[in-house]
């Protein structure tokens, strides 16, 4: 019995130790500009490493047909309307803070699914974009970041039942305008 009783204090010591060292998420507003376009986004904590980033913007044209298959963003075609989310997942925020890393704006590594769905223009059809892909989140100041990631996905054109796998990539820079 008392060696269960250790057991069970013991534990909960490390359990009690582990959660203290957690850093908190936080909600935030930011405007991103970069490869996909410029957005407003929210990120909202629903976990102390999950939190969700959803965003509308516009920018380029998500390409998925049997002819054409990529991202052009290009005067000729003009700006499509899009709407994305994502789940991020912090997998170093702990490790940050041991090294004394700035944990501002939810900086950190993070694995995330995200899925984006493109409005182009009738001839090039409705394109959704589900990825999965690591990345980064880095402050640059109080309230300026440099965001990428690098992936795979699945894009589909809704409209032309066309799909496709392949690689990922993103890169931005957000302004923070605060928390909420």
């Known amino acids: 019995m008392k060696k269960i009783l250790a057991f069970i204090l013991f534990s909960n010591s490390l359990i009690s130790f582990s959660q203290e060292n957690e850093i908190a998420l936080e909600n935030l507003i930011k405007l991103n500009v970069g490869t996909q376009g410029a957005d407003v986004a929210v990120e909202i904590p629903v976990a102390?490493?999950?939190l969700v980033d959803v965003s509308t913007g516009f920018g380029g044209y998500n390409l998925?047909?049997?002819?054409?298959?990529?991202?052009e963003f290009s005067n000729k075609l003009g700006?499509?309307?899009?709407?994305?989310?994502?789940?991020?997942?912090?997998?170093s925020r702990n490790r940050r803070s041991r090294k004394d890393h700035d944990l501002v704006n939810n900086a950190g590594s993070?694995?995330?699914?995200?899925?984006?769905?493109?409005?182009?223009?009738?001839?090039y059809g409705k394109i959704i974009l589900n990825e999965f892909h690591f990345g980064q989140q880095l402050p640059l100041s109080d309230n300026l970041l440099f965001c990428y990631h690098v992936g795979l996905g699945r894009i589909s054109n809704l409209?032309?039942?066309y799909n496709?796998?392949?690689?990922?990539?993103?890169?931005?820079?957000?302004?923070?305008f605060g928390g909420f």
């Open 48 to 50: 102390k490493r999950l």
């Open 64 to 71: 998925a047909t049997r002819s054409l298959d990529g991202y």
């Open 79 to 91: 700006l499509a309307y899009f709407a994305k989310g994502e789940l991020k997942y912090y997998i």
């Open 110 to 123: 993070f694995i995330a699914l995200q899925s984006k769905f493109n409005n182009n223009n009738a001839n």
């Open 159 to 161: 409209d032309y039942t």
């Open 164 to 176: 496709k796998v392949m690689p990922t990539i993103g890169l931005k820079m957000a302004y923070v």
